[in-house]
Structure formats: structure tokens, C-alpha cells
């Protein structure tokens, strides 16, 4: 795995036709993605700014604002001030140009 905290900057969006059971996978949004009613993702950028991109009410994206941090290796946390998204740790098994893959709980 690259440097995490260089390999993961960018959007990330959810490529859940790619799932396994263990785990969840991420492609950079210009990936040619198939046909989906809505793909949930983040932005992380450089700094530990983040942008939390979920799935609205019509299928539609709504992002909010929050922040990230590089806890022991291949652990990120991520935070936001909306009610609605959860503060989560991301276990990160892989990342790299293509794909970043992150352990399901």
C-alpha cells in the first residue's frame, strides 16, 4: 500500500457491485461506474478538510462538511457536523491510483 495519507486524497465513490464480504470497495469518481440510483463516497483532501457525500432523498447526492484524521495505521477517522452522518473509522486493507478497500465491520 502507497502512503495512506498521499493515496487517499481525492473523491472516492462506493463501487458496491465490488464488495466481498470483507470488504467494501471505492473507485476515484471518474471511474466509469454502471448505472446506480445513488453512490455514496468521500472527499479527502489535503489537511484532513473531508467531504461526505451521501445519498439524498430522490437519489440525488447531498455532501457535508467534516474532517479526517490518520490514526494508527491504515485507520481513518471521520467526522462530520451533520446529525445525520455518524462519525466512523474507516480500516483500510488497500489503496492505491485505482481502488481504496476498506474493511467491513
Partial sequence: MEDLQECIL?????????????VAVYRPAEYAFPPSR????????KGGGLVYIGIARGDGS?????????DEPGSITIETGAERVQPVV????????????????
Fill in 10 to 22: 481525492g473523491r472516492w465513490l462506493y463501487s458496491h457491485e465490488e464488495d466481498t464480504p470483507e
Fill in 38 to 45: 445513488g453512490r455514496m463516497g468521500y472527499e479527502f483532501q
Fill in 90 to 105: 474507516l480500516k483500510v486493507s488497500s489503496c492505491d491510483a485505482e481502488t481504496l478497500k476498506v474493511e467491513k465491520s
Fill in 62 to 70: 447531498e455532501e457535508s462538511i467534516g474532517r479526517w484524521t490518520l
